[in-house]
């Protein structure tokens, strides 16, 4: 419930009602508390009674449970005994304007983003690599804005990738060295990413922030993010929502202090975002939530423990709603002591007795009043939500995407020209002109041996005509002086066998010697 005089009413105290000071609900807040103590209500409270104020939400729904506050709430038990204790004789019960978001495009409108816009630092972190394979991610993206190429999906990353590698000894020299070790590494961890579900992420269209931003019928809109998949992979999950607040801490205009916020954030399980974080990347996360609410924009960690956010982060979270934790071991009573710690100590009560004291739907409650110092901790019971406590159904999530201003903006993936394709074609080309010139070597080659072939022919047809003539010419001799000598022989004597006959026999035989022996002599003087 709100109020302008009164704020943003979400808790009941000893003294009454306690209420969020609107001016100072962008100074971000921590709502912690272990498993089933009443976090995922806080969280829908504080949203409910934002949304009823006009400010729109963002929330990362983990089970399930917030799609509820899409229906109008009633009446129960518990509820008819909160509306005792705090004075409330007919409560207005009532939904939020909702639309459904979901990473990969099954519960809700896809949310999608380019690896341009991603960048080599968190995609780094994505990725889970080393410093040098970082350091070679940094060479890819930036060889590719020298080059003018789009990075917008896995494939165009992947043959970005390729192509330096192919390439690297050509970029050493002004980027870095650049080895295949490394940049096969990341492509594994690519692969591994791919099998995640991740490739459906980096795509166009790419989500704009400013539809986060929006009110219907005076309510801001309740931007619900279907998580129960996506928490399964930690990393794209912190990853992404890492990525979401850097844009809007990117795009959005300075605006100072506000009655109200433009948007609030919150950040559920958050101890996934500081799991295994470099120390580069907490000073950025701490950078852009110090920065982010000169944005309007106030982000609320949800986690078990205070201590699962770092000191530098803790310290800026003004508004505090603590459930009950459980000290079963030393790091659980070292826990609760840190936890008491972060509260303006009340006297009525000892903190930390109080914080293992608490039961469902109560917490330890301190918010910042309107010079933005923080309250005396009170011990409190939590409003109960106007809304439906409890998941909708599958047809009641898929009428109210269907029905969403937003339905049809993201559904189709848009696949236009980047690195992929405009390096396959430079390939493609290369290929083509180096395939152009093997053929026109070897018709130059073959041309050659043509010309060789035909010179060769020439030779041996003069060749073989003096050895003709030259065969000619012993045969006649041999065959002139053998017939003189048969003529002679022949004259004196009768015989059936006439003297032509008998010359030409010994013309036959003398002339297949005499071939033999100018064959022979005539090859072994060209083989010479």
């Known amino acids: ?23 100072m609900a962008n100074r971000h807040g921590l709502i912690a508390g272990a498993t089933g103590t009443g976090k995922t209500v806080t969280l829908q409270v504080l949203a409910e009674t934002f949304s009823q104020a006009g400010v729109p939400c963002f929330m990362a729904d983990m089970k399930g449970d917030l799609s509820g506050i899409s229906q109008t709430g009633a009446m129960s038990g518990f509820i008819e005994k909160r509306c005792a204790e705090f004075g409330i004789t007919s409560p207005e019960f009532g939904s939020c304007p909702v639309r459904f978001f979901d990473v990969f495009g099954e519960q809700g409108h896809p949310m999608r983003t380019t690896v341009s816009n991603m960048g080599p630092q968190l995609l780094s972190r ?14 890819v993206f930036r060889i590719a804005d ?26 050493t020299a002004a980027y870095g060295n650049i080895t295949a070790q490394s940049v096969g590494a990341i492509q594994r961890a690519l692969l591994t990413l791919e099998n995640q579900g991740a490739d459906k992420f980096f795509a166009e269209p790419s989500f704009d922030i ?19 998949k996506l928490m399964l992979q930690p990393k794209l999950y912190s990853t992404f929502l890492l990525w979401l ?21 919150f950040f559920d399980e958050a101890h996934m975002l500081f799991d295994e974080t470099s120390k580069a990347l907490v000073d950025k996360i701490e950078q852009v939530v110090r920065l982010i609410r000169s944005k309007g924009v106030g982000v609320y960690f949800v986690t078990q423990s205070p201590t699962d956010i770092p000191e530098e982060i803790l310290g800026q979270l003004g508004n505090r709603v603590q459930h009950a934790l459980r000290a079963f071991t030393p790091k659980d009573q070292k826990a609760v002591k840190t936890a008491a710690e972060t509260f303006r100590e009340n006297p009525s009560f000892k903190t930390a007795d109080a914080i293992m004291e608490l039961g469902t739907g109560e917490a330890l409650v301190s918010f910042l009043d309107e010079k933005g110092a923080p309250s005396m ?23 109210i995407i269907n029905q969403s201003r937003l339905y049809g903006k993201y559904d189709k993936v848009i696949d236009r020209e980047s690195a992929f394709e405009v390096l396959l074609a430079e390939a493609e080309a290369a290929q083509k002109a180096e395939q152009e010139a093997a053929e026109a070597a ?8 043509e010309a ?6 020439k030779g041996g047809g003069l060749l073989k005509g003096i050895f003709g003539a030259v065969v000619g010419a012993v045969v006649s001799s041999v065959a002139s002086s053998v017939g003189s000598e048969v003529s002679k022989k022949v004259t004196g004597k009768k015989s059936k066998t006439t003297a032509k006959d008998i010359a030409g026999k010994a013309v036959g035989s003398a002339a297949r010697t005499a071939t033999r022996q100018i064959t022979r002599s005539v090859l072994g003087n060209l083989i010479k």
């Open 126 to 139: 994505l990725l889970q690599l080393n410093e040098t394979q970082e350091g070679i991610l940094n060479i």
């Open 442 to 449: 070897a018709a130059e080659e073959a041309a050659a041996k």
């Open 210 to 228: 400013y539809d986060l931003l929006q009110c219907e019928q005076g309510k801001g809109v309740m931007n619900v993010l279907a998580a129960d």
């Open 146 to 171: 020298d080059k003018g190429l789009l990075l917008i999906d896995m494939k165009d990353l992947r043959a970005m990738l390729n192509y330096v590698a192919e390439n690297a000894k050509m970029y």
């Open 452 to 457: 060789k072939a035909k010179k060769s022919g």
């Open 377 to 399: 901790v009170e011990r409190a019971k939590i409003l109960f939500p106007l809304s439906q406590i409890g998941a909708v159904t599958e047809g009641q999530r898929g009428q």
């Open 1 to 23: 419930m709100y109020t302008k005089d009164q704020g943003l009413y979400v808790a009941h105290g000893p003294n009454g009602p306690i209420s969020i000071c609107g001016k």
């Open 245 to 265: 607040l850097s844009e809007l801490y990117a795009q959005l205009p300075e605006v100072g202090d506000m009655d109200l916020p433009k948007l609030v954030f």
